[in-house]
């Protein structure tokens, strides 16, 4: 089992609605939980962080976590085509002082 | 003005062959990182060193050899280029040691080996 999992995509979400990204994580014990975006030909960037159960809202962006389920996922309200990109879900696990990223999930917002 | 900025953005060379990439931030960092993007995305640490000392070395073959002259530069040389080298190689910087410290990425340099 990979230590984080993503489902890799496309996912293709109209314009305006909400994209829905989700990432499941085999260490029970992991206590940071990130979001980075990755665009084509690009670095990553830091768009969320997330360290206890519920939900972080940050702009349209909201995190939600649920440690019981090893379930974390980005809502993204209002998408727009800007958002279309590669979003890597990021978890630093309880045996490791470094952070594990899964293989990201491609997001297309569709005019 | 550009926080981490690495060079080559692109490295096209044979098998067998010597090469370095070069990384420096001005953001006045602690701890900077080599990672390493397969086809697949997979973002993987290869080396994070803080104030010049080596902290994280993961399993990478030896052909690999960071070094930090000083805490804003960390370079990566690779000995003996292989077919399987061949992905995006990103530098990235973070102010703390810890691993929950927001990274910063480089541009990242394209590797393709031939």
């Known amino acids: 089992q990979k230590e984080v999992e993503q489902n890799s995509g496309p996912l293709s979400v109209p314009e305006g609605a909400i994209a829905s990204l989700n990432c499941t994580y085999s260490?029970?014990?992991?206590?940071?939980f990130f979001w980075y975006r990755q665009y084509s030909g690009k670095s990553p960037e830091l768009i969320m962080s997330?360290?206890?159960?519920g939900d972080k809202e940050d702009g349209r962006f909201t995190a939600q976590l649920n440690k019981a389920s090893q379930y974390v996922s980005l809502l993204i309200r209002d998408s727009q085509p800007s958002d279309s990109a590669t979003y890597l879900c990021?978890?630093?696990?309880?045996?490791?002082?470094?952070?594990?990223f899964g293989s990201g999930t491609r997001l297309s917002i569709r005019p | 003005d550009t926080a981490v900025s690495q060079t080559p953005k692109y490295l096209v060379t044979q098998m067998g062959n010597d090469k370095s990439i070069k990384c420096e931030q001005n953001?006045?960092?602690?701890?900077m990182y080599w990672y390493k993007q397969d086809s697949k995305k997979f973002l993987k640490i290869m080396f994070s060193y803080n104030n010049k000392e080596l902290i994280i070395n993961e399993t990478v073959p030896n052909r690999f050899s960071p070094k930090s002259p000083d805490k804003a530069h960390l370079n990566l040389h690779i000995n003996s280029l292989e077919l399987g080298d061949s992905a995006v190689y990103f530098c990235?910087?973070?102010?703390?040691?810890?691993?929950?410290?927001?990274?910063?990425f480089g541009s990242g340099t394209q590797l393709s080996v031939l």
């Open positions: 953001l006045g960092h602690d701890t």
């Open positions: 990235a910087s973070s102010q703390g040691e810890g691993a929950g410290e927001k990274l910063f």
């Open positions: 990021a978890v630093i696990p309880s045996s490791a002082s470094k952070i594990i």
């Open positions: 260490d029970r014990g992991s206590q940071s």
């Open positions: 997330i360290y206890s159960n």
